[in-house]
């Protein structure tokens, strides 16, 4: 993304449902408690952004470089006249990178992508199954639990919008997750921060 759709992006997820469902949180905790926990929260969300930060820039110019690097091994392959993978392995092996061959050819596909998700980062970060996987499936449990927090809130909002007399919770439950799930129809998180965070400011 650009600068101006990453902002509309934190904007948009800062002030979505967190927002709607602040009053009852405080509510809840009370307007000590509730208050003193969501300034607590501030500077453990701005280290988790710069940790995010930090790990994305480093993946990005360390992939960059791998990119080079791989780009230039075929160069070299093309030159002298060979076209094996076997020469474009010994050729990108031959520079002094600290790389492996295949972390080259994984750079030359995915350098574009990999700082899009958890995923992504995952893979670039440790290029390992177990590594990824785990992460995949901390991810989509993490996915599934604040969609159901998501569709909770919007269940609230529809009902209150259609009136609550009128439309059961679970009525409107179904409503929100069908408005949702044809939202999120999109490839990638990039994609999705792109577009629904403009929807979702101009609904806020």
């Known amino acids: 993304m650009n600068a101006w759709q990453g902002a509309a992006l934190l904007t948009a997820d800062c002030l979505g449902t967190g927002l709607l469902a602040l009053p009852d949180d405080i509510k809840v905790l009370g307007r000590t408690l509730g208050l003193g926990i ?3 929260n501030l500077p453990i969300n701005y280290y988790a952004g710069y940790i995010f930060h930090k790990t994305a820039t480093a993946v990005e110019e360390q992939q960059a470089l791998e990119n080079r690097v791989y780009s230039q091994s075929i160069n070299t392959v093309k030159e002298n006249g060979t076209s094996s993978y076997e020469s474009i392995d010994r050729a990108a ?8 061959s295949q972390q080259q050819q994984s750079a030359a596909v995915h350098h574009d992508t990999a ?3 958890f995923i992504g980062m995952t893979v670039a970060l440790f290029q390992d199954k177990f590594s990824t996987r785990l992460v995949m499936a901390v991810y989509y449990l993490n ?3 604040v969609l159901g927090n998501y569709i909770l809130v919007m269940s609230h909002a529809v009902a209150a919008a259609l009136g609550e007399d009128n439309i059961c919770l679970p009525t409107a439950g179904l409503i929100a997750a069908t408005g949702m799930f044809l939202v999120t129809q999109t490839r990638t998180m990039a994609k999705l921060g792109r577009r629904a965070s403009l929807v979702s400011l101009s609904a806020l």
Do not use: N
């Open 115 to 117: 700082t899009f998700d």
């Open 93 to 100: 092996a031959s520079t002094d990178t600290g790389s492996s």
């Open 143 to 145: 996915i599934f639990l």
């Open 38 to 40: 969501l300034v607590l």
